[in-house]
């Protein structure tokens, strides 16, 4: 059974029990509904791999006056909505600077 | 699938064979002009099929289903794989899960593993097990991932990624010889460098070909259907280390032509390009989630045209006797490949067998498909597992039978279509002579230019690309002419509403994925910067032989002017990776861009390299 399926199931029971719980499990049950249509809704991506910042200057415009790794984590994250930490940031920018 | 004069009989004969209707089928009388249209393709295909060689025939790929059985109560197993065997399924593919098989570093469990993978050797599958997620424990803590994302993360040190898939390879030896190395690694599967993935898709390979020689690695490919990440992949070193490439399908989003040049393309250029890699196989892992089951029995048969070994699917996708009804069918060519009407030629112990399927709903005389040769096969049609649509009306039959062809493949038998199919699988230039649009491939330029209202958009176009992230510009009007506005913003919590980047997708007719063979002018027109100075630049990211670039950062002059920018690439790989080619990227100025047209000409060799010239048009 789904996460959502089961949050649905006991709002439900929750609510004929009447009370402050079944507030917050309808609460609860509307965030899920919310969550579901807003995952529906993205529109598709796919992308394989982390976009190559090797290319980039650090700081001037061109990163966003931003090192290499909060470029690459800008980006990913205005892209994919997911934002790497700092270490994995790094990590992935030297693995590409070591590449070229 | 529905004749018309025989649908209750036919439906008969479907619900008789335990065959129910999935969904029904959408439907619609097409217009003279649709029934031209039809057969103007297959007339076309008659004539290169009179040309071409006979190929020989290809045997239906395995089908396998992807089902983690550890997550299926013991109860409902023995049920749910004798399900699957009736449904023809040779094959089951799950997850090894390291966090459950080493909870802690070097203490191995196995007697969950032992007990599936148990059940379904003894059920008559085989298994092919995926190492991976990554055990939590193994992440540096260093990195700070958050926790529900450790297992998309990678180990720190090789050496216990190594020693599990030793220990793991070890155990089964025997059991399991396909070994899958992490799944899609993708940016939401596998959080590192595509170096990483290949240092542990080599030391996967290199631990399990050590402890079983006839084990074989399979090397998942990173996107849909990604022929650039395909392609680098099988060039780079790590390609000795995997036997086979598995790659995944897309949900198609209304639209079945854009899979198939990427598949073509995948087929014939990548897992084609030396005789070493007509010897790897391909096989379909899975797919994006929302993929129907019409589609899917759609890509099965698009699979077998394409050559594929396997292909796994859903278990919850696997219908009926989806696989067994075809077993005595072989591939041979294609009527017609989209993008109204999809018809795949095989050989069938009784004949030619004709699989058709229609995204957008056909009712067309048989005869529009192709001359009818034994007419009591034609009616008598059989239905491929799902059955028929239920919402056949019943109708007198025809002189000339009508068929209704929906999205749920139907098969028909009795045609006379030797010498009118193409043999073999379709190449680049059979998709791209299917498509609907004129062949820009000739032309030295194409363009999108807004200030020309009759055709702004000529083999480029930006309009179909507004809904992706951080691209959500407007068409505006500014000193007389039409242009594109980037919407920036810095406020914190406002990143919606930030939409530095422009994107284009480029004709695949024009240039699709040819490795940096053509050498690229993209000039860029916009407006002025009144704010002064280096207040407003831009660059252009683009999908290159070795992935995403980015060239250099363009300053805008100062003013009120146009000016246009002109960048040579030698590197462009085109190849529609997340739906679009390269992008215009504005993020770093204090002011929005405003571009009103962008050209790209293909250049002779011999150019100065990569950089960006800029001249005032004002």
């Known amino acids: ?29 509307v965030f899920a509904l919310v969550g579901m249509l807003a995952a529906l809704a993205a529109p598709p991506a796919c992308a394989a791999e982390y976009h190559n910042v090797a290319g980039l200057e650090p700081w001037p415009p061109e990163s966003n006056y931003m090192s290499l790794a909060g470029c690459l984590r800008w980006m990913t994250f205005r892209e994919q909505g997911v934002w790497l930490s700092m270490g994995e940031a790094k990590r992935i920018v030297n693995e590409q600077l070591q590449q070229g | 699938m529905a004749l018309h004069g025989r649908g209750e009989a036919h439906r008969q004969r479907a619900a008789s064979a335990g065959v129910k209707p999935l969904l029904s089928t959408r439907s619609r009388k097409p217009g003279p002009r649709a029934r031209l249209c039809v057969f103007l393709i297959v007339l076309s295909c008659a004539v290169v099929g009179a040309a071409s060689s006979p190929a020989p025939a290809t045997a239906a790929p395995l089908l396998g289903a992807n089902l983690d059985l550890t997550r299926l109560p013991e109860e409902h197993r023995a049920q749910e794989l004798a399900r699957l065997s009736a449904a023809g399924v040779h094959s089951i593919r799950m997850p090894l899960d390291w966090n459950r098989v080493e909870p802690q570093p070097g203490r191995f469990l196995w007697q969950e593993y032992d007990a599936v993978v148990d059940a379904a050797l003894g059920s008559g599958f085989e298994v092919v097990l995926i190492l991976g ?51 899609q690694p993708n940016m939401r599967n596998f959080r590192g460098a595509h170096r990483e993935y290949l240092r542990l898709l080599a030391a996967a390979a290199r631990q399990a070909r050590e402890v079983d020689p006839a084990a074989r690695i399979i090397a998942p490919e990173a996107g849909y259907l990604d022929d650039a990440a395909a392609d680098r992949l099988l060039c780079s070193p790590a390609r000795s280390s995997c036997d086979v490439l598995g790659f995944y399908l897309p949900a198609d989003h209304g639209d079945l032509s854009r899979v198939l040049l990427p598949w073509a393309v995948l087929t014939h250029e990548v897992l084609g390009q030396t005789q070493a ?92 498909i192709a001359p009818i040769a034994d007419a009591d096969l034609v009616a008598e049609a059989a239905p491929v597992p799902g059955g028929p649509s239920s919402s056949a009306p019943e109708k007198p039959a025809p ?90 913003t810095c406020r914190r919590g406002d990143e919606e509403l930030d939409n530095p980047w422009i994107y284009f997708d480029v004709d695949d007719g024009w240039l699709y994925f040819d490795r940096g063979k053509n050498r690229l002018a ?97």
């Open chain 2, 522 to 618: 993209i000039t860029v027109e916009c407006q002025g910067c009144p704010l002064g100075p280096k207040k407003l630049g831009f660059n252009i990211m683009y999908d290159a032989v070795d992935g995403y670039r980015f060239t250099r950062w363009q300053w805008v002059d100062p003013g009120y002017g146009w000016h246009a920018y002109r960048f040579e690439l030698s590197d462009v790989s085109f190849a529609n990776r997340d739906a679009y080619d390269f992008r215009i990227n504005a993020k770093g100025s204090k002011q929005d861009a405003f571009v009103t047209a962008v050209t790209l000409r293909k250049v002779p060799c011999g150019g100065d390299g990569e950089g960006a010239r800029g001249h005032s048009t004002e």
């Open chain 2, 133 to 183: 997620p990554c055990a939590e424990w193994a992440v540096d803590p260093a990195w700070h991932v958050p926790p529900g994302e450790l297992c998309c993360s990678i180990p720190q040190s090789l050496d216990v990624w190594e020693r599990y898939a030793r220990a793991a390879v070890s155990h089964f030896k025997g059991r399991v010889h396909y070994w899958q190395v992490r799944k």
């Open chain 2, 399 to 488: 002189a000339a039978p009508t068929v209704r062809i929906g999205a749920r493949p139907v098969a028909l038998r009795g045609l006379a279509i030797d010498g009118l199919f193409r043999a073999g699988a379709p190449t680049r230039r059979d998709v791209l002579a299917a498509r609907p649009r004129p062949n820009l491939s000739a032309l030295p330029m194409i363009y999108a230019d807004y200030s020309m209202p009759e055709r702004p958009e000529f083999g480029l176009s930006n309009r179909s690309l507004r809904q992706l992230r951080g691209g959500t510009i407007t068409e505006e009007l500014a000193q007389g002419r039409s242009g594109l506005r980037t919407h920036m």
């Open chain 1, 1 to 29: 059974m789904s996460p959502n399926l089961l949050i649905w199931q006991v709002a439900c029971r929750a609510t004929k029990g009447g009370g402050e719980m079944s507030k917050i499990a309808v609460l609860l049950a």
């Open chain 2, 277 to 368: 890699e007509r010897r790897r196989s391909g096989w379909v892992l899975g797919g994006e989630e929302g993929i129907s089951p019409d589609l899917w029995a759609a890509y099965y048969f698009l699979a077998w045209a394409f050559g594929v070994e396997r292909c796994y699917l859903p278990a919850e996708a696997v219908r009926g006797d989806f696989a067994a009804a075809f077993a005595e069918l072989s591939y041979r060519g294609f009527l017609s490949v989209g993008p109204e009407l999809w018809a795949l030629v095989f050989d069938g112990a009784t004949g030619t067998v004709v699989i058709a399927w229609s995204p957008v709903g056909l009712e067309v005389p048989v005869t529009d």
